[in-house]
């Protein structure tokens, strides 16, 4: 049975939905270690088709690089894991979905350790018309609570960038 986001998941989500129809502006996501929690929690949201383009799980390197264009050569020098590739896939995203935002995630939610990365370690970019921002999060918890916190700081950096007079769920 799917689990149900947590209401200050949902608000947050609708947060972001009032703030991108507002701006008329439209999102796009790239996920990884989330695998697709973030779309469905954007999803969660009625009306959420007026901003919200689709997105991309992109959990294998290889989608990474042949859907959202990032470089192999960055894959190579950096990793998956890691604030450059977090900036490839959102930059990607944007591009792909033709959208005005997008936002990724890139990670390591656990249980074993990837890229010599600790569980908990995550990447979360915001592309968007002024260029890309990237968070590097140092997360505790079990598999699920890491990815559904990536999710609500993936939504709460967004939220920040559009309604910067807000102060965003931290």
Known sequence: MARTPRPDSTALAASVQDALVAATATLGTAESLTGGRLAALLTSVPG?????????????????????????????????????????????????????????????????????????????????????????????????????RTCEEALAALLGLLRPEETPLR
Do not use: N, W
């Open 48 to 148: 959420a088709s007026r901003c919200y383009r689709g997105g991309i799980v992109s959990y294998a390197t290889d989608v990474k690089t042949g859907v959202l264009g990032v470089p192999s050569a960055l894959v190579e020098e950096h990793g998956v894991i890691s604030a450059a590739c977090a900036r490839a896939m959102a930059e990607g995203a944007r591009r792909v979905l033709g959208a005005t935002y997008a936002v990724s995630t890139t990670g390591v939610a656990g249980p074993d350790r990837q890229e010599d990365k600790a569980p908990g370690t995550v990447f979360v970019a915001v592309a968007g018309p002024a260029g890309a921002t990237v968070l590097s999060l140092e997360l505790t918890g079990g598999r699920a609570v890491i990815q559904q």
